[in-house]
């Protein structure tokens, strides 16, 4: 690994500082990657629609969980949609579902495009349900099965090597193809107070907002671990696009929530799973190109 050296580092440091308020100035209007241009939004829970992006005005309708929403426009903390304004936290936003190309042979990584999908114990709608996903996870495809009505199933696990979990509708998934794009010489400055990661990278500025702990300052790297793993004891897969922090903390994506922006109790730092997603990809690898070894000086 090349690395900086601290004499280098301090002298990017400095510059960065320095130029910290006109940095924060362009953040103002710098590409966000926490959601995709042709957003929806997905509900979490029964969600109030309201007449104006307030509170204490009337409900005009209600969404179902997991319905989906088409997100037209947003103001503040809400969203703005045919029907009325929705609060941000209560929509998940996604991508529009595109057919999938289902694959033939098993050993890939691949990512829920659907708003939502079960992990069954056998190839049957019936069949007792494992775990429940929702956009953006990324679980590891190990199997593969067509059944009596020739819909085909994906033999899903938490990562290769890794138990067998149960099966899922090989059209909820997309398999994950590795991206050719990387920064070239990225800075990452996190803004403890705003809770926004802002990527420089040759003159540009590009803004992810997250959801974690309260951090200390100081500098650290980045490293890119694998595209899922498991979620907690209860949910044994499906955390998309695990990244780490050497000072300690984790990095991932989350679908479970969207407040991404304000502080959390969440002992990593969850992204949305767009922004997640791009951060991953864009890591460049060591000349040997083993994940685990790539590394991104970050200022805290």
Not at 201 to 206: A, E, K, L
């Amino acid at each position: 690994m090349n690395r900086l050296s601290r004499r280098d580092f301090l002298k990017r440091s400095s510059a960065l500082v320095a130029a910290a308020p006109a940095a924060m100035l362009a953040a103002n209007n710098a590409p966000s990657i926490d959601t995709a241009s042709d957003t929806l939004g997905r509900a979490f829970d029964v969600t109030d629609i309201h007449d104006r992006p307030d509170v204490a005005s009337a409900v005009v309708s209600q969404l179902a969980p997991d319905s989906v929403t088409e997100i037209t426009g947003t103001r503040d903390d809400w969203y703005r949609t045919a029907s009325g304004w929705v609060k941000r936290t209560a929509l998940q936003p996604i991508s529009a579902y595109r057919y999938p190309e289902i694959r033939e042979t098993t050993g890939f990584w691949a990512e829920l495009i659907a708003p939502v999908s079960t992990v069954k114990a056998w190839c049957a709608g019936h069949a007792p349900v494992i775990a429940r996903l929702c956009f953006g996870a990324v679980v590891y495809v190990m199997d593969r099965m067509i059944d009596d009505g020739k819909q085909v199933w994906y033999g899903v696990a938490a990562e290769p090597g890794s138990p067998l979990v149960g099966w899922t509708p090989a059209l909820h998934y997309a398999q994950w193809l590795p991206s050719n794009q990387t920064l070239t010489e990225p800075l990452i400055r996190i803004d403890r107070q705003q809770r926004q990661l802002l990527l420089y990278d040759q003159g540009r500025v590009i803004v992810a907002s997250f959801y974690g702990p309260a951090l200390q300052s100081g500098t650290t790297t980045m490293s890119r671990v694998q595209p899922g793993t498991r979620i907690d004891g209860s949910t044994s897969l499906g955390l998309p696009w695990l990244m780490r922090l050497e000072s300690g903390y984790s990095v991932h994506g989350a679908f479970w929530h969207n407040r991404f922006g304000e502080a959390g109790t969440s002992p990593a730092i969850e992204l949305t799973t767009f922004a997640a997603r791009w951060l991953y990809e864009h890591l460049q690898s060591n000349v040997k190109g083993r994940d685990r070894l790539v590394e991104f000086w970050v200022w805290m």
